[in-house]
């Protein structure tokens, strides 16, 4: 060593720069072949921590997924509460598949500490089944009985089978607290302290929220639950921020206010948005319908062949560009099985008809009404254009069977079961079967859907079901629109792939997502 550093120390100083040139190509050669190794034997993952700020159109009224008030409640409640399914353990059906055994996970806990039980769950189905909650789960759990079978178990029982009892019901049976809600009356769970303070048991814990001088909520914080009996939820924390708007939306996302928010159909505020995002295009169980109520539409249109015309005359694909700027599926029955109609019908059918066609007022759906009012007067029909809030439709319209002519939306689940929206027995209010349609095969097909658990055979009966109604002309089908979630580029662990039904089960695989990465060798 004494003899290099008297070595450097009897060099020129074009010698020495030579000598340090060389040294510090080595150098970077060698740190090149390290971190091209590096990336060569490993791969990213996501990381624990970091936050994800999700923008929310309007406010958080009651967190609670019994009786959820508001958009926002319900994304919310996916995050803090968690399903009978997630917290089974096992779930076993009986021979006859009118009951089902469930037990719970032994590690499952509320967020204040105490043991999730059986007796939970039953008060939950109990609160479901009284009519004061006014639970939009009310009608799902008719005839549903949970029974103590002991502190880790509950049994449901049945009147009859049903093949998605398990897959539907148990999956959306968010359970709440019954330490927390025994001792309130049903009719007030609405105004309890716990409704922007949550006790949940899913895989985030409410932490608190902010509110501006006018009382409104700006932000809700969620914190993940490092004690969740799940998958640990990856980013540490989810802030929720309220907005008015769309527009809203998009400016926040501008202003790097938020990293993600999502909307349930594609919006023109979108074009607006200035900053690098992604897109999430999510199919939906969603679709939008003309409906035909036979009792009060002009008596041409008890023709099938007049139904048929003006289905006919109905560019799908001119409304579905337009309006969703193609984020959506045409649709020509209620579900996507159904055939795409002959293009024979008879257009001279529809001329000097005098139609009212009621609409929610929502953009997209007065934008797709406009397109139909002006394809079906090109071929000499005449369309008023009856606009009303969404209130007086589900209020006053559907309550009263007043309209002749009706624009609106069904959700179903990933069962399919359309048996509540087109089953005779559903025509009158508050039943579903806004067309009052009435088919005799459809009835025993939709019956016989509910009854078979094979999967192959029951794809089959669906695609009997959507053909008959279909054929039937009850309605006029559009499309089932796309659920769009924009984010920013980083969010990684999201499922692409899956098919929603309402807005929050974009979170239905939450604990997945990540905002920060570290990298692992192989």
């Known amino acids: 060593m004494n003899r290099l550093i008297a070595t450097v120390r009897v060099m020129t100083s074009l010698e020495r720069l030579v000598l340090w040139g060389a040294l510090t ?3 970077v050669g060698g740190l090149t072949k390290i971190i091209l190794y590096a990336e060569a034997n490993s791969y990213m993952v996501g990381d624990a921590g970091g936050e994800l700020r ?40 009986s021979p ?11 590690n499952a806990f509320w967020s204040d500490g105490v043991k999730l039980t059986s007796d939970d769950i039953i008060f939950t189905v109990q609160t479901i089944q009284d009519p004061e909650s006014r639970s939009p789960l009310y009608r799902s759990f008719q005839g549903v009985q949970a029974s103590r079978v002991s502190e880790l178990e509950v ?15 148990l999956k959306n049976l968010d359970i709440i607290p019954k330490h927390i809600f025994a001792g309130v009356p049903v009719q007030n769970l609405q105004y309890s302290l716990f409704g922007l303070r949550p006790i949940g048991s899913g895989p985030y814990i409410a932490k608190g929220y902010t509110s501006d001088d006018r009382g409104n909520i700006t932000s809700l914080t969620l914190k993940a639950n490092k004690d969740y009996f799940g998958e640990k939820p990856k980013i540490g924390t989810i802030t929720f921020k309220f907005y008015s708007s769309t527009d809203e939306l998009t400016r926040a996302y501008n202003s790097g206010a ?20 992604y897109t999430h295009d999510l199919p939906s169980y969603r679709y939008y319908a003309i409906f035909i109520n036979p009792a009060t539409a002009p008596k041409e249109l008890q023709d099938i062949k007049v139904r048929q015309a003006l289905s006919g005359l109905t560019d799908r694909a001119a409304i579905l560009s337009k309006v969703l700027d193609g984020y959506g599926k045409i649709l020509y029955g209620p579900t996507g099985l159904s055939f795409s109609p002959s293009p024979n ?41 009856d606009i009303k809030s969404i209130k007086d439709i589900q209020e006053q319209t559907l309550k009263n069977s007043d309209y002749s002519l009706l624009l609106f939306g069904n959700i179903t689940r990933p069962s399919e079961d359309l048996f509540s929206f087109w089953h005779s027995s559903q025509r009158f ?9 009435q088919n005799k095969n459809a009835d025993t097909l939709l019956e016989t859907y509910r009854r078979t658990f094979d999967p192959k055979q029951r794809m089959k009966i669906l695609k009997q079901i959507s053909d008959a ?28 792939l899956k098919k929603i039904s309402t807005a929050s089960d974009r979170f239905s695989d939450a604990t997945s997502w990540y905002v920060t990465t570290k990298r692992v060798f192989r």
């Open 258 to 277: 938020i990293d993600a928010f999502g909307i349930s159909t594609y919006d023109p505020a979108l074009s607006k948005l200035a900053l690098r995002y």
């Open 96 to 106: 006859d598949n009118k009951s089902y055994e469930v037990r719970l996970k032994e």
């Open 54 to 93: 999700e923008g929310v159109v309007g406010q958080p009224a009651f967190v609670n997924p019994v009786v959820p008030v508001t958009e926002a409640d319900r994304d919310i409640s996916q995050l803090v509460f968690s399903s009978v399914a997630d917290v089974a353990d096992s779930v076993k059906a």
């Open 155 to 169: 049994k449901f029982s049945l009147t009859s089978p049903y093949a998605f009892f398990q897959d539907d019901h």
């Open 429 to 437: 209010y508050p039943d579903q079967n806004m067309a009052f349609y």
């Open 345 to 385: 019908f008879d257009p001279t059918l529809v001329q000097k008809l005098q139609l009212t066609l009621t609409v929610p007022d929502e953009p997209f759906l007065r934008s797709t009404a406009e397109l139909i009012k002006g394809q079906w007067e090109a071929a000499g029909a005449q369309v008023n254009l």
């Open 25 to 27: 190509v080595l150098a």
């Open 469 to 496: 109604i279909a054929s039937d002309v009850p309605a006029i089908f559009l499309y089932s629109p796309d659920y769009l979630y924009i984010t920013t580029p980083n969010l990684g662990g999201f499922n692409d």
